[in-house]
């Protein structure tokens, strides 16, 4: 069972990025997919979330308009699309698969840095 995020690095103020979140192990089609993202000293915030299926999607207010989750069942990868970057998004994204009754399964992180 396992998540491994990738795709992050560092972009200037107004960059883009794109992080993949890869799942194997479990039946990623039955498990809603989520995106948080946590800074030294703070609590682990939730970015976005999709339903299993994709029909519902959430987001925090602070990425609404610049961020998109989606996901590929057929390739066990949900993805986030971030936009118009700030430095305030600088943080270690990490990538978690919930579904009911079972057990959350979390990613290792992979750390966003936006900054000139």
């Known amino acids: 069972v396992q998540l491994v995020e990738s795709g992050g690095g560092l972009v200037q103020p107004g960059g883009s990025l794109r992080l993949s979140c890869a799942a194997s192990?479990?039946?990623?089609?039955?498990?809603?997919m989520s995106w948080y993202r946590q800074t030294p000293g703070k609590e682990r915030e939730l970015v976005a979330i999709?339903?299993?299926?994709?029909?519902?999607?959430n987001y925090a207010n602070s990425v609404k308009g610049r961020f998109t989750i989606s996901r590929d069942n057929a390739k066990n990868t949900v993805y986030l699309q971030m936009n118009s970057l700030k430095p305030e998004d600088t943080a270690v994204y990490y990538c978690?698969?919930?579904?009911?009754?079972?057990?959350?399964?979390w990613g290792q992180g992979t750390q966003v840095t936006v900054s000139s």
């Open positions: 192990g479990f039946t990623f089609s039955r498990y809603a």
């Open positions: 999709i339903t299993s299926a994709g029909d519902t999607i």
């Open positions: 978690s698969a919930r579904r009911p009754y079972y057990v959350d399964i």
